[in-house]
């Protein structure tokens, strides 16, 4: 299992950027995905995950300004990001997750891409 | 709205015995996972539903639950197992809840 995130970089707040994570080594259509971030010296927040028929869910913090989407074709997940703020400022992982019927949880991260969010 | 507590900190000396702790309202109900992340690296996962190892941890490594109180318990640690370590669980209203993390130093 690989995941490769990419699409950090400083960003002024207010503006937008687009994350991607390239995935090889497992059926990728077959599984539900993750985003996840890391707050310099902080803890994990969990923001997205996306089904792999696409059904979508959000943590609070980020509803109505990040969108998860994915592209079963090219193995790709993807995370859009608009209105960003100061304190998105973050390492951001995906995560290949495995669902069971109670729900499901992360089990092979990427490496993470860093966002800066700066005047 | 679930909360996972973890100490923020445990100190053990090598060759001795850690112990990690999370609680939460309800964990007796719910899948319990650990995951490490040493520094500078993404969170490896390391227990999985309460108690189970995924392939390539090590067999001192291991997880239990009582209660409202997950443990993670580290037998023999060396110097490479310093590390943080983070409880998880699936809640149906916020979806994949992380405990605070716990920092592991081996004195």
């Known amino acids: 299992v690989q995941l490769v995130e990419s699409g950090g970089g400083l960003v002024k707040p207010g503006g937008s950027l687009r994350l991607s994570c390239a995935t090889s080594g497992f059926t990728f259509s077959d599984y539900h995905m993750s985003w996840i971030r890391q707050s310099p010296g902080k803890g994990l927040e969990w923001l997205s995950y996306?089904?792999?028929?696409?059904?979508?869910d959000y943590a609070d913090s980020v509803r109505g300004r990040f969108t998860i989407s994915r592209d079963n074709a090219k193995n790709s997940l993807y995370l859009q990001m608009n209105s960003l703020r100061v304190e998105d400022t973050a390492v951001y992982y995906c995560?290949?997750?495995?669902?069971?019927?109670?729900?499901?949880?992360?089990?092979?991260w990427g490496q993470g891409t860093l966002v800066t969010v700066s005047t | 709205s679930s909360v996972l507590t973890q100490p923020p900190s445990v100190s053990v000396a090598p060759g001795q015995t850690a112990t990690i702790t999370c609680g939460g309202i309800d964990i007796d109900l719910k899948s319990v996972q650990w995951y490490q992340q040493r520094p500078g690296q993404a969170p490896v996962l390391v227990v999985f539903?309460?108690?189970a190892r995924p392939s390539g941890i090590p067999e001192r490594i291991s997880g239990s639950k009582s209660g409202n109180t997950a443990t993670l318990t580290i037998n023999r640690v060396a110097a490479g197992d310093e590390a943080d370590y983070y409880c998880q669980i699936w809640d149906s209203a916020d979806f994949v809840v992380f405990g605070g993390g716990t920092r592991l130093t081996v004195l």
């Open positions: 995560a290949k997750d495995y669902y069971f019927a109670s729900g499901s949880f992360p089990t092979d």
């Open positions: 539903e309460d108690s």
């Open positions: 996306i089904s792999g028929s696409s059904k979508a």
